[in-house]
């Protein structure tokens, strides 16, 4: 399966510990964004990256949030000092950007679940 | 900013029956519109897309939606829909000027029922 994968899959976290995780986007796909998911709700976009550079956050992502794509292939994101409220799934999506796709279609991962206690 | 609306939470169905699953935008310009799929245990999967061109795409599965600029309305429809079908369906809109995150209306619970 050549699709995108993140590890891991399920993450249980103590409160105010660190968490990374990690997203492989499809092979030559040169875009990669990262989205938030809670219960109930449709996906909220995080953040997203064209080669290694990150080109758009969104202010739901705080200072405690960060993420690279360092050669512009696999992306991680890190969260500092988890709390209850970063429950949620982490969603990977990546895309290629080409004079014709525009890089729209967006093809999405299974996720990471986060649970902090 | 932009903002998505899917006003059936859930929806019900018996086999063979036909769907209309609403979407509704707030942008006022050129958009790109989306309709994503998540069958039980799985990821999310595009069903769909519009992007220029005739209003009325075709999508995997037999989906198909209409979008009506005037009523800022990306409606997807199915003539009859089976047990399979049954999943979560999500609308998206990129805003062309808005940079180039999805940004997803809360979805709809389609459960058909054999």
């Known amino acids: 399966d050549t699709g995108v994968s993140q590890d891991p899959r399920h993450k249980i976290t103590k409160r105010g510990q660190n968490v990374t995780f990690r997203c492989d986007p499809i092979?030559?796909?040169?875009?990669l964004y990262w989205y938030r998911q809670t219960l109930g709700q449709g996906p909220e976009f995080l953040t997203y990256?064209?080669?290694?550079?990150?080109?758009?956050k969104s202010r739901l992502l705080s200072d405690r949030f960060s993420a690279e794509r360092p050669k512009g292939s696999f992306s991680t994101l890190e969260i500092q000092r988890t709390e209850q409220g970063d429950s949620a799934m982490y969603l990977c999506?990546?895309?290629?950007?080409?004079?014709?796709?525009?890089?729209?279609?967006?093809?999405f991962g299974p996720g990471t679940r986060l649970t902090v206690t | 900013a932009q903002s998505v609306s899917q006003h059936n939470h859930h929806v019900i169905l018996s086999e063979a029956a036909s769907l209309e699953l609403g979407c509704n935008y707030s942008?006022?310009?050129?958009?790109?519109l989306f309709w994503y799929v998540q069958y039980p245990g799985q990821h999310l999967q595009l069903l769909l897309k519009?992007?220029?061109?005739?209003?009325l795409v075709k999508g995997i599965k037999g989906f198909e939606a209409e979008f009506i600029k005037s009523k800022f309305s990306f409606n997807l429809r199915k003539p009859s829909v089976q047990w399979s079908d049954t999943a979560e369906y999500f609308c998206?809109?990129?805003?062309?000027?808005?940079?180039?995150?999805?940004?997803f209306g809360g979805g709809t619970r389609l459960m058909v029922k054999p």
């Open positions: 999506a990546s895309s290629l950007a080409s004079p014709r796709t525009g890089g729209r279609e967006q093809y």
């Open positions: 092979s030559e796909h040169n875009r």
């Open positions: 990256f064209q080669n290694e550079a990150q080109l758009e």
């Open positions: 942008y006022g310009g050129t958009v790109n």
């Open positions: 519009y992007f220029s061109g005739d209003p």
């Open positions: 998206a809109v990129i805003a062309n000027n808005a940079g180039n995150m999805l940004t």
